[in-house]
């Protein structure tokens, strides 16, 4: 399997523009996460979905923040209208986590955004 | 609320051990977790404790004791690849855990 995989890898954009950042979780995983990386902050989880549906999304800081995932195999993060503040390392992770157990979560190589 | 504290940065020399503590209170526990971040790229998972004791993994062991809040990272026979941030993350638990994460440990490793 190629792992987590995310698009695109970076992305500069201007205050005020929408941004999209993509996902395609490890097939036949489960629960996908949406988590922030800033220096200020460290790693933050945004949301997270299990078999699609939208679990927990209190870690969205705002009403500008949407995530979806129409299919198991893919998910959007989506950030309109965009601020500089939102200028961080984007990563979704996967997992087969069901019911009570945990098992490790997989990141993908990360979405470096910049909103100037 | 989760409070996850871990120190800010370490320094080592090749082939020394370096034990790197987290210690954290949450509402909630059901495991902890520590990865491994280079510079640029993405988490990986090292190990997870979710009893209390030590789990050893070839260099790498992790130790848990849920009643103080703490858990230890142990690295042995440092390489110089093992420079990187080591990141402590607790899962709270319930149907479904969330990873909540300390703000990771720099280690730098010294020839």
């Known amino acids: 399997d190629a792992g987590v995989i995310q698009s695109p890898r970076h992305e500069v954009t201007e205050m005020g523009q929408e941004v999209t950042l993509r996902c395609k979780p490890i097939?036949?995983?489960?629960?996908l996460f949406w988590y922030r990386q800033t220096m200020m902050r460290g790693l933050e989880l945004l949301i997270y979905?299990?078999?699609?549906?939208?679990?927990?999304d209190s870690g969205m800081p705002e009403d500008r923040f949407s995530a979806k995932m129409p299919n198991a195999s893919f998910s959007t993060l989506k950030i309109q209208p965009s601020e500089p503040r939102d200028s961080a390392v984007y990563f979704c992770a996967s997992s087969l986590g069901t019911g009570t157990e945990n098992t490790e979560a997989f990141f993908g190589q990360g979405t470096r955004l910049t909103v100037v | 609320g989760q409070n996850i504290d871990q120190p800010t940065e370490m320094t080592a020399t090749e082939g020394a051990i370096v034990q790197i503590n987290c210690t954290y209170q949450?509402?909630?526990?059901?495991?902890l977790f520590w990865y491994q971040q280079h510079a640029g790229e993405a988490p990986t998972f090292l190990s997870y404790n979710v009893l209390d004791g030590l789990e050893e993994k070839g260099r790498f062991s992790s130790f848990l004791s849920r009643s103080k809040g703490y858990s230890y990272l142990l690295l042995k026979e440092l390489q110089m690849k093992d420079s990187a941030s080591y990141l402590c993350?607790?899962?709270?638990?319930?149907?479904?855990?969330?990873?909540?994460f300390g703000r990771g440990t720099q280690l730098t490793v010294w020839p």
């Open positions: 097939s036949g995983h489960n629960s």
């Open positions: 993350a607790v899962n709270r638990g319930s149907t479904l855990g969330r990873l909540y």
């Open positions: 979905f299990n078999n699609n549906v939208p679990i927990d």
């Open positions: 949450t509402s909630g526990f059901n495991g």
